[in-house]
């Protein structure tokens, strides 16, 4: 069964728009939750995590993240997309009812047209 | 620190070679990854490690073999290199535990292509 799910394999939006990544994961426990991006042929960043603290999660570059228990998500979202967001976006878990491993979803491409 | 050091970062390897792909971290961490990333793909997990002398099949591990004689490093082997096996190679440690100093840390990647 799939533990982490990226909703969406692909988005695209206008430089300036709001950015919507969405990740749902299934866990009885509380995990812990971040977001990584990869650019093309380049390693993964992280973006932001959630441990356990404040629900809602700031990272770098103006992303913002919000851990909602009830609704199993763990949502990206930016204000204003710029070109230089385009790139490979990953929602990984650490699930700690399966054995505490790290669990990557599918990836979701953003694109950004000017 | 310096985190998880992979080498090399880019080989070719001619069909029937081997080759070790080495992974390193320094923060002690007790569970340790390798992941296979194809063009356009996500990660799938190769094998991975919950401490020193434990490893386990991850979702794509035929064809490779590794090792965890210490905390520290987890090599990646590849026995008789085929050309479904280019592809980027990343290696991952992670504490077992939640906490505010959780995290996932990657290795910069080994690019790998067979010929």
């Known amino acids: 069964a799939q533990s982490v799910t990226q909703l969406d394999s692909h988005v695209s939006v206008s430089e300036g728009t709001p950015v919507l990544l969405r990740c749902n994961y299934s866990?009885?426990?509380?995990?812990?939750l971040f977001w990584y991006v990869q650019h093309p042929n380049k390693g993964l960043q992280l973006l932001l995590k959630y441990t356990s603290a404040a629900t809602l999660v700031k990272g770098i570059n103006g992303f913002e993240a919000e851990f909602k228990k009830s609704e199993t998500s763990f949502h990206l979202t930016k204000p204003s997309a710029h070109m230089s967001d385009a790139a490979e976006y990953f929602c990984?878990?650490?699930?700690?009812?399966?054995?505490?491993?790290?669990?990557f979803g599918g990836g979701t491409r953003l694109m950004v047209k000017p | 620190n310096a985190g998880v050091t992979q080498t090399p970062k880019f080989r070719i390897l001619k069909i029937g070679q081997s080759m070790t792909l080495q992974c390193t971290q320094d923060?002690?961490?007790?569970?340790m990854y390798w992941y296979r990333q194809d063009p356009g793909m996500g990660l799938k997990l190769i094998y991975y490690?919950?401490?020193?002398?434990?490893?386990d099949k991850g979702e794509v591990p035929n064809g490779y073999n590794v090792s965890r004689s210490t905390t520290e490093d987890f090599p990646l082997r590849l026995e008789l290199a085929a050309p479904s096996q280019t592809s980027v190679y990343f290696c991952?440690?992670?504490?077992?535990?939640?906490?505010?100093?959780?995290?996932?840390?990657f290795g910069q990647g080994t690019r790998l292509t067979v010929v």
């Open positions: 991952a440690s992670t504490l077992p535990f939640a906490g505010e100093n959780t995290e996932a840390f």
């Open positions: 923060m002690n961490h007790n569970y």
């Open positions: 866990s009885s426990y509380s995990p812990s």
């Open positions: 990984v878990v650490i699930l700690y009812n399966a054995g505490n491993m790290l669990t």
């Open positions: 490690s919950v401490g020193a002398g434990i490893t």
